[in-house]
């Protein structure tokens, strides 16, 4: 019986991998096959932003990703030295930022990352964010934990020009505990800076909660500016109280929650001179003093008056006037304000807070934006929705 030998061997050859396979025929005559090892990929390493880059958004993540490995240790850093916060994917494939970076700044990778073949990279290479011509810096008009009235607008104040409103208004938003309807509304600039509003359609429902977010940093305001911050407010609205001011009956009545709490008689401004005239129309407290002095070279006049409430950054206030006190309820003699006596216009002090309205009636002339600060509820709703950076074109 014819016997056939066979034999296989295999040998492994060094650290790189390669195989040896022995063969042996019938004759017993022994071949040898070498074959070459596989070799795994070296890690490569991608960069965003790239290596060198510059007028980098700092608000964008800078991210570093591996390809055949995974990244060990991350660490980019500004030239103060300080490591800036971010964190990798669960495979270690990939590490970003999880803050903002700042303006104008150089920042330097470093670190190491694994091959599949064992071999170490090092992270290396930097970029460098933007630099504004300017930072611009905007301020919330209710700080948080407030409460204010129902007719409150909320206003972000700019101190420079915002030529990119559209931007600006895509970067705020507002969130109340009740649906509420509203819009931001841009208002002429006033001493060099922009000002936008949120009104909401009606006036707030009471008891509101309302969360502002003005997520601001970085975003292009136009001619090489940017924001400066963010910036947030929380605040509550408060309860519903109405003052309805009727020049043509002398009356003045405080309406809270529904209910008439007060009904105080009450001088307008004189009829007869239109520069005189309190102006209809639905006005804003804004400021309240035990105390204020109150100037006119107009009128010739220089007094101190007691619990002012203003109400128009136009000199409009509602305060005690001791000296009307016979006219109050009968005639309008004031010089635009609303005169009460001294104790009604203590009990109306003390009742009032920022936002509260104040419906002035019965008179010749319109409360306009020609009166200043507040004039948000002249418009109609179509008006002020038409004043939206985002509702035009």
């Not at 090892?37 to 608000?59: C, H, I, K, M, Q």
């Not at 803050?99 to 290479?125: E, H, N």
Request: aromatic share 8%.
């Amino acid at each position: 019986m014819r016997r056939i030998l066979l034999a296989l061997a295999v040998v492994l050859v060094g650290s790189l991998g390669a195989v040896t396979i022995a063969t042996a025929d019938e004759s017993g005559r022994v071949t040898e096959d070498v074959v070459p090892p596989v070799l795994e990929p070296p890690a490569t390493l991608a960069y965003s932003p790239g290596p060198n880059a510059t007028g980098v958004d700092p608000r964008a993540s800078a991210t570093v990703t591996v390809e055949n490995g995974t990244l060990d240790e991350v660490t980019l850093t500004g030239p103060d030295g300080q490591a800036v916060e971010g964190e990798p994917n669960a495979e270690r494939t990939e590490w970003s930022t999880t803050v903002d970076l700042a303006y104008d700044t150089t920042y330097t990778w470093s670190g190491t990352a694994t091959g599949r073949d064992g071999a170490k990279v090092p992270l290396q290479g930097s970029f460098t964010t933007l630099k504004p011509e300017k930072v611009v810096r905007g301020v919330i008009n209710i700080g948080d934990g407030r409460t204010v009235g129902i007719a409150a607008p909320i206003r972000i104040q700019f101190n420079d020009h915002v030529e990119d409103r559209a931007a600006v208004e895509r970067a705020l938003s507002v969130e109340t505990s009740v649906p509420v309807e509203g819009s931001w509304g841009w208002l002429p600039d006033e001493n060099g800076g922009s000002r936008v509003d949120w009104r909401p359609r009606e006036y707030w429902p009471p008891y509101t909660k309302v969360k502002v977010t003005a997520d601001l940093f970085g975003v292009p305001y136009g001619n090489g500016r940017y924001g400066a911050a963010d910036i947030t407010s929380s605040f509550e609205i408060g309860r519903a109280q109405i003052v309805k001011a009727d020049a043509a009956s002398h009356r003045v009545k405080v309406i809270r929650d529904g209910e008439e709490v007060f009904d105080f008689p009450a001088s307008f401004g004189l009829d007869s001179d239109p520069r005189r005239n309190t102006r209809t129309g639905i006005h804003v407290v804004t400021e309240k003093f035990p105390e204020r002095r109150m100037v006119s070279e107009t009128f010739d006049y220089d007094v101190n008056m007691k619990w002012a409430v203003r109400i128009s950054n136009n000199g409009e206030f509602l305060h005690a006037q001791p000296a009307t006190v016979a006219q109050q309820g009968r005639a309008n003699v004031s010089h635009g304000c609303i005169n009460l006596s001294p104790e009604n216009a203590k009990r109306y002090y003390d009742s009032a807070i920022y936002g509260d309205p104040v419906e002035v009636t019965g008179t010749n002339v319109a409360l306009s934006a020609r009166d200043g600060d507040i004039w948000d509820w002249t418009l109609s709703w179509e008006e002020w929705k038409s004043l939206s950076a985002l509702s035009q074109g």
